[in-house]
């Protein structure tokens, strides 16, 4: 599965907005350079390395989902799917979590149609490419 870097980028932006930092306080929770921070965060070019690491010095933060879009935004604990909230989430703003978690997976089946759809677009044309020699 290939990793998109600008959902991983709307991923991480997005727990940054629920903890409510800054590139600066989450380069200095994580213990990783500001220029590393903002690079990820920009969706630009950057090692696995550097986001794995950065993701490892958030432990409430579900890794699964900031890089494939798996599962919820924080880690799950209890059974049968019960969420723990994170600290200082407050119980009103899990419901606008639950709903903002919506959104972003609604939005990311929207860019996977998207693709389809240029993909199908793509096979046409080389159908009637292919057509004209005949």
Known sequence: MAINLQQTSARL???MRIKELDVYQLSV???TPPETVGCILQGEEYSMDDLVALLKKLPD???R???YGEGNVFKTEGQAGEHALPPGLKKDR???LAEMQSLLHQLEEIE???????N???LRSKIRDLTKHI
Do not use: E
């Open 94 to 96: 899990a419901a606008y």
């Open 13 to 15: 932006n997005f727990y």
């Open 61 to 63: 933060l579900n890794s």
């Open 112 to 118: 996977k149609q998207k693709q389809q759809q240029s």
């Open 29 to 31: 929770l994580t213990q």
């Open 120 to 122: 199908l677009d793509q």
């Open 65 to 67: 989902w900031v890089i």
